[in-house]
């Protein structure tokens, strides 16, 4: 909070969580991903939402999810976990098939790398927000960038800087 406002920025720390949603969210549709509204309708309920939904195909989608933390490294796995897997069976009861969940948050304990690298029930990659943004450099500073969404299906902790290098 304390950067933000040295930087001039006011915000109510409660709004910080949905504006990280939004921006992830503007990310990448200016990386030219199919951030799919009408999905996310079907399936969000009124108290479980998830965050971003990608379209990859006809049947195919990444479900994202933006996360902060107040303080260090993101570290609940257990409850994202749980989260994330009840999106991906309203996905599936929707007829589309989840090629991956992306976690995107400001930086992730080991213990939370660990255990999304060790979940055998949901493939779960993961993105640092500074990734996320040097990706976006990489693609706004070449001539004609070709993005793939399969760049985050790898799972585990992504290396950004190998898929902007990619782009």
């Known amino acids: 909070m304390a950067a933000l406002k040295n930087e001039g920025i006011e915000i109510a720390e409660a709004e910080i969580g949905i504006k990280f949603e939004e921006v992830t969210k503007v990310i ?3 990386l030219g991903l199919a951030v ?4 996310g309708k079907l399936i969000n309920t009124a108290r479980d939402q998830a965050d971003i939904l990608i379209s990859v195909s006809e049947d ?3 479900i994202g999810e933006a996360k902060t ?3 260090g490294d993101f570290a609940k796995y257990s409850s994202t976990s749980r989260q994330v897997k009840a999106y991906v069976n309203r996905c599936e009861n929707a007829g589309k098939r989840v090629a991956q969940v992306l976690i995107v948050a400001p930086s992730f304990s080991d213990d939370f790398v660990e ?6 029930e949901v493939n779960i990659s993961l993105l ?6 040097l990706i976006l450099d990489a693609f706004n500073s070449r001539i004609h960038p070709k993005f793939s969404a399969k760049l985050f299906t790898k799972g585990g902790l992504l290396k950004a800087g190998l898929i902007a290098k990619n782009i």
């Open 28 to 30: 990448f549709e200016q």
């Open 36 to 39: 799919d509204e009408d999905l």
């Open 60 to 62: 195919d989608v990444i």
């Open 69 to 71: 933390c107040k303080n």
């Open 115 to 120: 255990s999304a690298e060790m979940d055998t």
């Open 128 to 133: 640092e927000a500074a990734g996320l943004k």
